[in-house]
């Protein structure tokens, strides 16, 4: 039963870009905030980007403004996650969700966002 899948992972070199892609089914998708987190090893879960469920407005981390673009086509049940100027420390596993509660999240972070995919790799060789 296909719900959240990500793709477009890969390795880069520092410097890259990467175009991340996630679609959903249409009861995780429309109509809710929608997000991307990431998780490095031993490391905690953390947000990377987040984009209401009208796509007005997004919410993005300290350490990836001005690098990388979430955005959302409703029509395609899509969520992307466009990254430039990647750096070494953006390599971990990334992955996509939507929001607990539907259009509302109180806030960019893991918790509010109750449906997970299995997330796709990204590597950033230096």
């Known amino acids: 039963q296909v719900q959240v899948v990500e793709s477009g992972g890969g390795l880069v070199q520092a410097g890259g870009s990467l175009r991340l892609s996630c679609t959903a089914d249409e009861l995780r998708f429309v109509n809710r905030g929608m997000g991307w987190f990431r998780q490095a090893p031993g490391e905690e879960r953390e947000r990377v980007a987040c984009?209401?469920?009208?796509?007005?407005?997004?919410q993005y981390a300290d350490s990836v403004k001005g690098r990388f673009t979430i955005s959302r086509d409703d029509a395609k049940n899509t969520l992307y996650l466009q990254m430039n100027s990647l750096k070494p420390e953006d390599t971990a596993m990334y992955y996509c969700a939507a929001a607990t509660r539907g259009r509302n999240y109180y806030a960019c972070e893991p918790r509010e966002f109750g449906y997970w995919g299995q997330g796709t790799q990204v590597t950033v060789s230096s």
């Open positions: 984009i209401s469920w009208t796509g007005g407005t997004m």
